[in-house]
């Protein structure tokens, strides 16, 4: 009897814990669940080159000195020219090397001859400070192949990036961090 | 040790460590790791002029003939009056319906942005053929597209842009073909017989001397024009403009060249300024204008070198009262020019000029004047007007009367127009041909249509009679413009 007894009430504190259990673990798993969606593991930040209009803000607003945003080249689309205006200034009489005639402010771009009258165009990412001069000159005049990206080894992927907070933009967002670059492709017809 | 002792040790080790830091902050020359930027660090080995010997000319073939003459002429760059506006009778259609213009025939070019003329139901292109490395002049018809013959010649160079550029000029008897060499060809319009060529970086240019180049950056781009039965080119180099007889070849006159003006990616207008026709040429390196007419042919009656940009695509544009509207690309922006004339003759003074940011100015195509107003779509680095189609009056050239809007933007704003009465036909980089009607003041966009699935529709268009021609990197067409019943 008392067995039956015994049974019957461990029954029944069965039930009251499985209900217990049902009503805490949602309760429980809550705040578990909304921390995962909040975490910004597996994103990283990242400038779309498409929307990006060379504000120049990618320099001074990034928490970074130098800034985490550097230049990079599509080779793809760069059209190897002797006159690269994303490489000369405005202006320059002489389509070589000197100084003066480059519009790049800290000499981060390299112009290497080819061969007549191609050139090609590498960026110096220690030099670069990611101020944009050359993307707006070679987007407004030539194939927009130069565009800034967020550089990785150097991003600290702050919760709240500083740059995307004041892009006008609107052209930097998280990323996934298994494809932590938007790079930019020849147009295909 | 005593204490006194101690503190003079330390005293003393103090004074040493000052006097130390500060000598070497006085002496010590301070350096940083400088790296000169010097000209030649890209390696670029001295150049050398180009030795191939190119018989201009050299091939012909027939491949059909005509089969109907139409009426209607697009005789040479921006028209038979330079002005880009079509005055031909045949009315219009006002607005197209979701199918757009018809497309009346197609055909496949070289890479490039040279663009077509018409004359006596012949279309002509300086096409570029890459599978034969030839300049390829292409007639075509204009009615069918069929191809009717082709006069070419090798020249083998490198593709920086796309190849071809320029649009012939042609004349009952005449037609003229540049380059992106430089080679000129003169040849029969209708049968395509050769009559002379000059290869004019050969004939121009100065060897050795950096400035004695003939062909710009990303080639030539100079339309050529005929001015009763005389070609005029301006080559730079040995002389600033050439007049060539078109019967024989000879060279009627050379202007000299004493500012040592290169060829730029404009062309030749000719402009009549305080009674006096001259042909107009902003060249690299000045702006200068030379006598078209009389005793004094071929004089530099005047020159500047205040207006002065790197590149310049977009040819000058006579705004009237003796004052002339200069473009220059790259954000160079806009000058006004003005002429003035006395006993001494001319001279010619750069009254204001502005960056491409601060009013109107033009990357490749040359704006149109229409009552006293110039139309323009505005270049990339136009600020907040960037892309935008935009008119100014000729006595205000910074602040516009009229935008598209910024809803309104086109390309990369370095896209064709052209008019016809009030219709201005507006085709984009990427191939969408908007069709406005134009006010005094202000445009209405009455229809758009994808004619191209286009990348780089820089070519200028072509009205004759019903037709529209345009073209992308690749490809020509021809639409049917006009109103249908």
């Known amino acids: ?189 | 040790m005593s204490s006194l002792s101690r503190n003079t040790l330390l005293m003393g080790s103090a004074v040493v460590i000052f006097a130390t830091v500060f000598s070497w902050w006085i002496f010590a020359v301070p350096s940083y790791d400088v790296i000169a930027r010097l000209p030649g660090m890209d390696n670029r080995p001295p150049q050398k002029q180009i030795s191939d010997s190119i018989f201009i000319g050299e091939f012909f073939d027939t491949v059909n003939t005509l089969d109907e003459i139409l009426p209607g002429s697009w005789p040479r760059f921006r028209g038979a009056d330079f002005d880009n506006i079509s005055k031909d009778p045949t009315p219009l259609a006002e607005k197209w319906d979701t199918s757009g213009p018809p497309v009346v025939w197609q055909t496949t070019l070289g890479e490039g942005y040279a663009g077509p003329a018409i004359h006596n139901g012949r279309l002509y292109i300086l096409d570029y053929n890459e599978r034969r490395k030839a300049d390829m002049l292409r007639c075509f018809s204009l009615k069918s597209g069929k191809e009717l013959w082709r006069r070419w010649y090798n020249v083998e160079f490198k593709r920086n842009h796309g190849y071809s550029r320029t649009i012939p000029a042609v004349t009952d008897k005449y037609l003229v073909t540049v380059g992106p060499r430089s080679h000129v060809m003169c040849i029969d319009p209708v049968d395509g017989r050769l009559f002379w060529t000059i290869d004019l970086e050969r004939e121009y240019g100065i060897p050795g001397k950096a400035k004695g180049k003939i062909t710009p950056e990303f080639y030539s781009g100079q339309c050529p024009l005929i001015d009763n039965d005389i070609a005029i080119f301006a080559p730079g180099g040995k002389a600033l403009m050439i007049g060539v007889d078109c019967a024989t070849g000879n060279v009627l006159w050379k202007t000299p060249n004493p500012d040592s003006l290169r060829m730029s990616h404009t062309s030749v207008m000719p402009m009549t300024i305080h009674g006096k026709k001259m042909y107009v040429y902003a060249a690299l390196g000045g702006v200068c204008g030379v006598s078209a007419e009389g005793d004094d042919r071929g004089k530099l009656l005047w020159s500047t070198k205040e207006w002065s940009p790197s590149i310049t695509v977009a040819s000058p544009v006579y705004l009237g009262n003796g004052e002339i509207a200069a473009f220059g690309s790259y954000g160079a922006g806009t000058a006004r020019i003005a002429i003035t004339r006395d006993g001494s003759g001319f001279r010619a003074v750069v009254k204001e000029q502005h960056k491409s940011s601060g009013g109107i100015a033009s990357e490749q195509h040359t704006p149109i004047l229409i009552d006293n107003h110039l139309w323009a779509v505005m270049p990339e680095n136009a600020g907040a007007l960037k892309r935008q189609l935009a008119c100014y009056s000729i006595s205000n050239l910074i602040t516009p009367v009229w935008s598209s809007g910024k809803e309104s933007r086109f390309g990369k704003g370095m896209g064709p127009f052209i008019l016809s009465d009030k219709q201005l036909y507006l085709l984009d980089d990427e191939g969408t041909l908007y069709l406005f009607n134009i006010e005094k003041t202000s445009a209405t966009l009455v229809s758009s249509h994808k004619i191209l699935a286009a990348i780089e529709a820089w070519s200028p268009m072509a009205i004759a009679g019903k037709y529209l021609v345009m073209r992308d990197s690749h490809n020509m067409i021809c639409l049917d413009i006009s109103k249908k019943d």
């Open chain 1, 1 to 189: 009897m008392s067995e039956n007894g015994n049974k019957a009430e461990s029954r029944r504190a069965f039930v009251k814990t499985a209900g217990r259990l049902l009503i805490a673990a949602p309760v429980l798993a809550l705040p578990v669940i909304l921390a995962r969606k909040t975490d910004v593991k597996g994103y990283v930040w990242q400038i779309d080159p498409y929307k990006c209009t060379s504000c120049e803000l990618c320099k001074s607003s990034c928490v970074m000195t130098p800034s985490a945003v550097k230049c990079m080249n599509a080779f793809p689309m760069c059209g190897y020219c002797d006159f690269c205006p994303g490489y000369l200034r405005q202006g320059a009489k002489t389509y070589n090397t000197a100084a003066e005639n480059q519009l790049c402010p800290v000499g981060a771009i390299k112009r290497k001859f080819i061969e007549e009258p191609y050139f090609e165009y590498t960026i110096d990412e220690k030099l670069c400070d990611g101020c944009s001069k050359c993307v707006k000159g070679c987007y407004d005049f030539g194939n927009g192949s130069l565009y800034i990206q967020i550089m990785h080894n150097l991003c600290v992927n702050c919760n709240q990036c500083a740059i995307a907070r004041v892009c006008p933009s609107d052209a930097i967002s998280r990323v996934p961090a298994t494809d932590p670059y938007i790079v930019k492709e020849l147009k295909k017809l």
